[in-house]
């Protein structure tokens, strides 16, 4: 039954099959990590640095380990079997290369020791007993800080070696008739999933089984057996649901090897689960940004130039680089492009991927300054985009595989009601309200990447899916197993799947919105392949209603093999003359574009994702969303009383999880503009709002009314799926369209987020 949260499906959209996981999540029946049982663990409990910059002069442990019930103590001096691996700034590794527990110290909230005791009580009374002494330096927290340096992103990134840049922009921007030349800011911000760090390490004999949630556990086994030099077959890893992720769980935290070095030295399981606050410095965040953006354009808002400087804060050692100019730059027909990031290196933990890591930073810079650029051409917002939509992208004049933005426009507006906005600021009241309306574009590259899975079919229909995907929210028990029960034609209900496990055939890093497309992308293979043996032998049989049939002609419907004209098998019919119970295939899956060792490099732990500008077209998926936001008059409180966003992506798997994701993605998206921002104290370069009660997020009071428009659209170029995948897109925009929809309240344009009350006092 169609409901808002059920939208029925139009062209090119799959059913919106309730989630297979869902009563087990709802009654808690769900095994995360740290709930699958182990035999009489011990338990962790971190000791993070206090200083962000300096050294450890002494540790004393006496008192910590007078605690009863404490049993080890890791230190640098007993962990120096710990191998550092590499950082590589994406596509698994390690967070950080910030890996020792001392004596160097490079950022606060580093571990520097663990302690393990008989129960977790002791094991935390202990860790407030270490003594530390530390020489401490004065560190650099962040922008205007002394003693940062900088870096030139595409000299020292492994991945952005080179930011798109075509034609003379300097040049075009200085003959342009109307330009704009601003800045942005956008702040630190953490993951905050509601399923915390947690790690458990479980050895027999030379064997290790860790339960840790990940969004990629091809990628967490390898690195940790690297880190303790062990063989990466002896590695198992562990994590059939993830309790939010965001980028925060893609990659190896220094956390998981000294949990399993710690359940090796005392030979039993041992369990850490980090608390909230450790959190914020146990894995990666988004790092805070400053843009400088300018815009030229002719009197007609035909654009003619574009240049987008960025800076963004990374540890001293690592260059993590977030980059969204290789993306937007690929957005509209900007004519002349310059592009520069920087990284600028603090005395912080290493920064890494948050829900749509690239594009939500610089995209609100660029579309905040399209905003700006409208109002200076007293254009409509959404007109400047259309005038400026492109089926070319600007840089290498490559062609967009499928591109719905202005659909997606058109149809946003007319569900907002968007012809009703007056363009001056400020004209828009009810009672003591000022309200604005402004608009920005989702824009989200296409990822793909290799994946290998086992399908197994018995002949009464039931189907098993094994692949090392991952559930992070997002639905994918269910749409895994809706492409396979679409292609053997089967009952989703008949189809078990397994994923979540480094013992199954590997899949990507659930990450940069992939999964749906490389995973149902290696399914159809598999599936077709069983299709083709039972096929095979329907149409070879000297008996049957399928005898002699073209076997290319036949479908799966029903647990039927199915002819055009209606001639018909049963699928258990076709196996008893195989004389087979059971038929089962593995098949391995290489995207168009990347290289033939790709499944070989994601069983070592190694993931390729092609797509989005790189190849000979240009695959996105994009959206447009429209806002309108309450000011009051007086107190200048800011509310997001409706949203309306309409995406195209693609082939949808399933328009509940679709809408889900694209509905959740916008909610942060108002988190983004108005709440979210880990502050740090610029004196000791320590966060001060460590926590759920202070790091503020948007609930459901925040949220009355956000709309979902499922745009059709179908692509044959992106994957054999024709997924282009959604689970980031949605809070890609969000941030701008509420600064403009403010800007568009009351008449003040704030640059910098969250927008906070303070912002809009005159
Ligand atoms: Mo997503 S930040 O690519 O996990």
Same mark, same amino acid.
């Given at each position: 039954?169609?409901?808002?949260?059920?939208?029925?499906?139009?062209?090119?959209?799959g059913?919106?099959?309730?989630?297979?996981?869902?009563?087990?999540?709802?009654?808690?029946?769900?095994?995360?990590?740290?709930?699958?049982?182990?035999?009489?663990?011990?338990?962790?409990?971190?000791?993070?640095?206090?200083?962000?910059?300096?050294?450890?002069?002494?540790?004393?442990?006496?008192?910590?380990?007078?605690?009863?019930?404490?049993?080890?103590?890791?230190?640098?001096?007993?962990?120096?079997?710990?191998?550092?691996?590499?950082?590589?700034?994406?596509?698994?590794?390690?967070?950080?290369?910030?890996?020792?527990?001392?004596?160097?110290?490079?950022?606060?909230?580093?571990?520097?020791?663990?302690?393990?005791?008989? +129960?977790?009580?002791?094991?935390?009374?202990?860790?407030?007993? /270490?003594?530390?002494?530390?020489?401490?330096?004065?560190?650099?927290?962040?922008?205007?800080?002394?003693?940062?340096?900088?870096?030139?992103?595409?000299?020292?990134? !492994?991945?952005?070696?080179?930011?798109?840049?075509?034609?003379?922009?300097?040049?075009?921007?200085?003959?342009?008739?109307?330009?704009?030349?601003?800045?942005?800011?956008?702040?630190?911000?953490?993951?905050?999933?509601?399923?915390?760090?947690?790690?458990?390490?479980?050895?027999?004999?030379?064997?290790?089984?860790?339960?840790?949630?990940?969004?990629?556990?091809?990628?967490?086994?390898?690195?940790?057996?690297?880190?303790?030099?062990?063989?990466?077959?002896?590695?198992?890893?562990?994590?059939?649901?993830?309790?939010?992720?965001?980028?925060?769980?893609?990659?190896?935290?220094?956390?998981?090897?000294?949990?399993?070095?710690?359940?090796?030295?005392?030979?039993?399981?041992?369990?850490?689960?980090?608390?909230?606050?450790?959190?914020?410095? /146990?894995?990666?965040?988004?790092?805070?940004?400053?843009?400088?953006?300018?815009?030229?354009?002719?009197?007609?808002?035909?654009?003619?130039?574009?240049?987008?400087?960025?800076?963004?804060?990374?540890?001293?050692?690592?260059?993590?680089?977030?980059?969204?100019?290789?993306?937007?730059?690929?957005?509209?027909?900007?004519?002349?492009?310059? +592009?520069?990031?920087?990284?600028?290196?603090?005395?912080?933990?290493?920064?890494?991927?948050?829900?749509?890591?690239?594009?939500?930073?610089?995209?609100?810079?660029?579309?905040?300054?399209?905003?700006?650029?409208?109002?200076?051409?007293?254009?409509?917002?959404?007109?400047?985009?259309?005038?400026?939509?492109?089926?070319?992208?600007?840089?290498?004049?490559?062609?967009?595989?499928?591109?719905?933005?202005?659909?997606?426009?058109? @149809?946003?507006?007319?569900?907002?009601?968007?012809?009703?906005?007056?363009?001056?600021? &400020?004209?828009?009241?009810?009672?003591?309200?000022?309200?604005?309306?402004?608009?920005?574009?989702?824009?989200?590259?296409?990822?793909?990447?290799?994946?290998?899975v086992?399908v197994?079919l018995?002949?009464?229909g039931?189907v098993?899916v094994?692949?090392?995907?991952?559930?992070?929210?997002?639905?994918?028990?269910?749409v895994i197993g809706q492409m396979a029960a679409e292609r053997l034609g089967v009952?989703l209900?008949s189809v078990?799947?397994?994923?979540?496990?480094?013992?199954?055939?590997?899949?990507?890093?659930?990450?940069?919105?992939?999964?749906?497309?490389? +995973?149902c992308s290696a399914v159809m293979k598999a599936c077709d392949g069983i299709r083709r043996?039972l096929s095979?032998?329907?149409?070879?049989?000297?008996?049957?209603?399928?005898?002699?049939?073209?076997?290319?002609?036949l479908t799966f419907r029903?647990?039927?093999i199915?002819?055009?004209?209606?001639?018909?098998?049963?699928v258990?019919?076709?196996?008893?003359?195989?004389?087979?119970?059971?038929?089962?295939e593995?098949a391995?899956?290489?995207?168009?574009?990347?290289?033939?060792?790709?499944?070989?490099?994601?069983?070592?732990?190694?993931?390729?994702?092609?797509?989005?500008?790189?190849?000979?077209?240009?695959?996105?998926?994009?959206?447009?969303?429209?806002?309108?936001?309450?000011?009051? !008059?007086?107190?200048?409180?800011?509310?997001?009383?409706?949203?309306?966003?309409?995406?195209?992506?693609?082939?949808?798997m399933? +328009?509940?999880?679709?809408?889900?994701?694209?509905?959740? &993605?916008?909610?942060?998206?108002?988190?983004?503009?108005?709440?979210?921002?880990?502050?740090?104290?610029?004196?000791?370069?320590?966060?001060?709002?460590?926590?759920?009660?202070?790091?503020?997020?948007?609930?459901?009071?925040?949220?009355?009314?956000?709309?979902?428009?499922? /745009?059709?659209?179908?692509?044959?170029?992106?994957?054999p799926a024709?997924?282009?995948?959604?689970?980031?897109?949605?809070? /890609?925009?969000?941030?701008?369209?509420?600064?403009?929809?403010?800007?568009?309240?009351?008449?003040? @344009?704030?640059?910098?987020?969250?927008?906070?009350?303070?912002?809009?006092?005159?």
């Open positions: 039954m169609a409901n808002a949260a059920a939208p029925a499906p139009q062209a090119n959209m059913e919106p099959a309730v989630r297979r996981d869902a009563r087990v999540k709802v009654t808690g029946e769900a095994h995360y990590p740290s709930d699958i049982p182990v035999g009489n663990p011990a338990y962790a409990y971190l000791v993070m640095s206090t200083i962000a910059r300096g050294r450890i002069e002494r540790l004393d442990l006496d008192a910590a380990f007078a605690v009863p019930g404490v049993l080890d103590i890791l230190t640098e001096e007993n962990t120096s079997e710990l191998k550092t691996v590499a950082f590589t700034g994406g596509g698994g590794g390690a967070s950080t290369s910030i890996q020792q527990l001392g004596p160097e110290i490079a950022h606060a909230g580093q571990i520097i020791a663990v302690v393990i005791a008989d +129960t977790f009580e002791a094991a935390s009374e202990a860790a407030q007993k /270490v003594e530390v002494t530390y020489a401490a330096e004065s560190p650099s927290a962040t922008f205007g800080s002394p003693r940062l340096t900088e870096d030139d992103a595409a000299k020292v990134s !492994k991945i952005h070696t080179r930011l798109p840049n075509v034609g003379d922009a300097e040049a075009a921007l200085g003959e342009a008739e109307m330009t704009v030349d601003v800045e942005y800011a956008t702040p630190t911000q953490h993951h905050n999933s509601i399923e915390l760090f947690t790690t458990t390490c479980s050895w027999v004999d030379d064997r290790l089984t860790i339960y840790e949630p990940s969004q990629f556990v091809y990628g967490l086994k390898s690195s940790v057996a690297q880190r303790l030099a062990a063989e990466a077959e002896k590695v198992e890893v562990v994590s059939p649901f993830v309790g939010g992720a965001f980028g925060s769980k893609a990659t190896m935290t220094p956390r998981t090897a000294l949990i399993a070095l710690a359940a090796k030295r005392l030979n039993r399981p041992v369990k850490l689960v980090a608390t909230r606050s450790q959190g914020f410095t /146990v894995s990666t965040y988004r790092a805070e940004t400053r843009h400088h953006v300018r815009l030229g354009a002719r009197r007609d808002g035909k654009l003619v130039g574009y240049a987008h400087e960025g800076w963004e804060i990374s540890s001293r050692p690592d260059a993590y680089v977030v980059a969204g100019v290789e993306e937007s730059a690929r957005l509209y027909a900007f004519g002349a492009v310059e +592009t520069n990031v920087n990284v600028v290196h603090a005395d912080r933990s290493t920064p890494g991927f948050m829900r749509s890591p690239p594009m939500v930073p610089y995209m609100y810079a660029l579309e905040t300054a399209m905003d700006e650029l409208a109002v200076k051409l007293a254009m409509d917002p959404i007109e400047l985009r259309r005038i400026n939509d492109t089926m070319i992208e600007p840089i290498e004049g490559k062609p967009f595989s499928s591109r719905s933005l202005m659909k997606c426009y058109d @149809r946003a507006a007319e569900g907002f009601g968007w012809i009703r906005r007056n363009p001056q600021p &400020g004209s828009m009241r009810q009672g003591e309200w000022l309200i604005g309306w402004g608009c920005a574009t989702a824009l989200y590259p296409t990822h793909i990447g290799p994946a290998a086992r197994r018995l002949p009464a039931d098993t094994q692949t090392a995907a991952h559930e992070i929210g997002t639905g994918a028990y269910t009952p209900g078990t799947v397994e994923i979540g496990d480094s013992r199954l055939p590997p899949a990507p890093v659930a990450g940069g919105s992939n999964t749906t497309a490389s +995973t043996k095979h032998a329907a149409v070879t049989a000297n008996e049957g209603a399928l005898a002699g049939r073209d076997p290319t002609q029903n647990g039927q199915v002819a055009p004209d209606g001639a018909a098998e049963l258990e019919e076709t196996f008893r003359r195989l004389g087979t119970s059971v038929i089962e593995y391995e899956f290489i995207p168009h574009g990347a290289p033939p060792e790709a499944v070989k490099d994601l069983y070592a732990g190694k993931v390729t994702l092609v797509g989005g500008p790189e190849g000979e077209k240009m695959m996105f998926a994009m959206g447009a969303e429209l806002v309108e936001v309450r000011v009051h !008059k007086l107190t200048r409180e800011i509310r997001v009383p409706r949203i309306v966003g309409a995406f195209a992506a693609g082939h949808l399933n +328009t509940r999880t679709a809408r889900s994701q694209l509905m959740g &993605g916008m909610i942060w998206g108002i988190g983004s503009a108005l709440h979210e921002a880990t502050e740090i104290d610029p004196r000791n370069a320590r966060y001060v709002n460590d926590n759920l009660a202070d790091y503020i997020i948007p609930v459901n009071a925040d949220a009355p009314s956000v709309e979902v428009i499922l /745009v059709p659209e179908e692509d044959h170029d992106v994957n024709g997924v282009k995948g959604l689970g980031e897109l949605g809070n /890609v925009g969000t941030a701008a369209a509420i600064s403009n929809a403010v800007y568009h309240a009351t008449g003040i @344009r704030v640059r910098k987020l969250p927008i906070r009350i303070e912002d809009l006092l005159a």
